[in-house]
Nanobody, 121 residues
């Protein structure tokens, strides 16, 4: 089983940048799809960005051109570089590790504990 630990959140002014990290432990990191989700106060959790095992990426329209997701399989870590931050980016950001089935064994989807990003002037 993979454990996920997010870091890098904090308080930043509009227009600033942050880089979030998600460190994974366990097996099969390199073949899992990884994602970043966020949940703002009073809103539902939404997908921000995802990256597959082959490094294909997808982004929410609201962050395209500003955020970049990447992964370093040698370090079992996924990153979210966030530039030109806006107040509406304020949320708890969660790392997600996609589930998989391998040799008839199911390895479930996992979530990190979340890291708070606050964008405020």
């Amino acid at each position: 089983q993979v454990q996920l630990v997010e870091s890098g959140g904090g308080l930043v002014q509009p227009g600033g940048s942050l880089r979030l990290s998600c460190a994974a432990s366990g097996r099969f990191f390199s073949i899992r799809t990884m994602g970043w989700y966020r949940q703002a106060p009073g809103k539902e959790r939404e997908l921000v960005a995802s990256i597959t095992s082959s490094a294909s990426t997808n982004y929410a329209d609201s962050v395209k051109g500003r955020f970049t997701i990447s992964r370093d399989n040698a370090k079992n870590t996924v990153y979210l570089q966030m530039n030109t931050l806006k107040p509406e980016d304020t949320a708890v950001y969660y790392c997600n590790s996609g589930g998989l089935t391998l040799n008839s064994r199911r390895y479930p989807e996992l979530w990190g504990q979340g890291t708070l990003v606050t964008v405020s002037s």
